[in-house]
C-alpha cells in the first residue's frame, strides 16, 4: 500500500511511519520542518528510516497545492494520514492567521488534491480542542462544539471539510479526535515533557491556574493502533480517541515527582488563554467501529516516557 503521512517527521506522524513500513506499506513523509519546536528533534524522529527502500521524505508544505498533487499523482498515494499542523493552544492565541492558514486551509488543500487524483482514504488527526465548553462529561461525540481557541475552530473547520468532502464528493475520510496524547518523542511544549524535564532538573514545576483541569491522557501507541484500524473502518465518521480515564494537572505532576524520586516543588501561577477546562473522552463508539481498545494506563505510560526520556538525554 503507498501512504502518504502530512507532519511525518513530528510526534503523531513519525511513530504512524514507523507501524506502517513495519506493516510494509511504502511511505511518502512530507513536512516542512516548521520551527514551532527544534527541527532536530524532528529529524530524530525520522532519521532510522532514511536508508529504507520504502521510506521517501519530501521537505515541503501543505500550503503548497501543486506540491500537494504531484506527491499524491506521481506516487500512486493511496491512503493519507494527514498529521501536519500547527498545533498548540498558546501558539493559535500568539499567531490566528498562521494556525488557521495551516489547519483549516492545509487540510483543505490535502481533501482538494485527494479527490482530483481519486485516492482511497484521508484519515485526519483532529483534536479535543473542537469540543471546548464542556456541558457534560465524559465527553461523546455528539456534544455540542463551542471552541475557546483559535486552534479548536481551526481543527473544527478542517473536520467539517473532512465530512463535505465526504459527503459530496464520496471521499473517503475519518477523523480521530485526540485526547492529549504523549510517550516517547512527544512534543516539548506539551505539560508532560515540560514537568518530566523540571523534575528530573529538580526545578519547580509550575502548573497555570489551580492545577484542577483534568486530562484524559492517551498513549501513543494507542493512537497508532486506532490509525491502523481507521484505514479499513469508520467511513465519513468522528471518533473520539482517548484513554480511558483523566487525571488532574495537579496529580499529574505529582505522578511525574513520585516516579522521578525528584525534589521538585509544584508552584501555581496564573490561568493560560484558550485552555479548556476538562477532557475526558467517551471512547464507546471506537470501540464499537474501530475495535479501539487502549491498553496503556497513565501510571504505566508515564514509566514508560520517562524511561525513554532518560535515555535519550
Ligand atoms: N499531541 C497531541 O496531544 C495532539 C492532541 C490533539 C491533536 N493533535 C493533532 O495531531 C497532529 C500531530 O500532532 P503532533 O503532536 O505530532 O505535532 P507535531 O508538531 O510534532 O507534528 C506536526 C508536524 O507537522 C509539520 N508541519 C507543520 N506545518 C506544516 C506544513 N504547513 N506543511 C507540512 N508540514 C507541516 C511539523 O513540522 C511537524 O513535524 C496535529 O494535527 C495535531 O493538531 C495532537
Not at 482538494?112 to 485526519?124: C, M, N, Q, T, Y
Not at 501507541?221 to 471518533?239: L, P
Request: glycine share 8%; hydrophobic share 35%.
Amino acid at each position: 500500500m503507498d501512504v502518504l503521512v502530512t507532519g511525518g517527521a513530528g510526534f503523531i506522524g513519525s511513530h504512524i511511519i514507523d507501524k506502517l513500513l513495519e506493516l510494509d506499506c511504502s511511505v511518502i513523509c512530507l513536512d516542512n520542518f516548521d520551527q514551532y519546536y527544534d527541527v532536530n528533534l524532528k529529524r530524530r524522529n525520522i532519521e532510522h528510516h532514511l536508508m529504507d527502500d520504502k521510506f521517501k521524505l519530501v521537505e515541503g508544505d501543505i500550503r503548497d497545492f501543486g506540491l500537494l498533487k504531484n506527491i499524491i499523482r506521481d506516487n500512486d498515494i493511496e491512503i493519507i494520514f494527514h498529521e501536519a499542523a500547527q498545533p498548540g493552544v498558546r501558539a493559535s492565541v500568539e499567531n490566528p492567521s498562521k494556525t488557521h492558514e495551516t489547519n483549516a486551509t492545509g487540510t483543505l488543500n490535502v481533501l482538494e488534491a485527494s479527490r482530483l487524483i481519486d485516492i482511497e482514504k484521508v484519515i485526519f488527526g483532529s483534536s479535543s480542542s473542537v469540543y471546548g465548553k464542556v456541558k457534560y462529561l465524559p465527553l461523546d461525540e455528539k456534544h455540542p462544539n463551542i471552541p475557546i481557541s483559535p486552534y479548536g475552530v481551526s481543527k473544527l473547520m478542517a473536520e467539517n471539510y473532512c465530512r463535505v468532502y465526504s459527503e459530496i464528493y464520496g471521499l473517503k475520510t475519518t477523523t480521530l479526535r485526540y485526547f492529549s496524547i504523549y510517550g516517547p518523542r512527544m512534543r516539548p511544549d506539551l505539560a508532560i515533557s515540560i514537568f518530566t524535564k523540571k523534575a528530573l532538573n529538580g526545578k519547580d514545576i509550575e502548573i497555570f491556574g489551580d492545577g484542577e483541569k483534568t486530562r484524559d491522557f492517551t498513549y501513543i501507541t494507542d493512537v497508532v493502533d486506532a490509525s491502523i484500524k481507521a484505514i479499513e473502518k469508520g467511513d465519513g465518521e468522528i471518533y473520539n480517541i482517548g484513554g480511558n480515564d483523566r487525571v488532574s494537572i495537579n496529580e499529574l505532576a505529582h505522578k511525574i515527582i513520585d516516579i522521578t524520586g525528584s525534589k521538585s516543588k509544584i508552584i501555581h501561577t496564573s490561568p493560560q488563554k484558550g485552555d479548556v477546562e476538562h477532557t475526558w473522552a467517551d471512547i464507546n463508539k471506537a470501540r464499537r467501529a474501530l475495535g479501539y481498545n487502549p491498553r496503556i494506563d497513565i501510571d504505566e505510560g508515564l514509566k514508560r516516557y520517562i524511561e525513554w526520556y532518560q535515555a535519550i538525554e
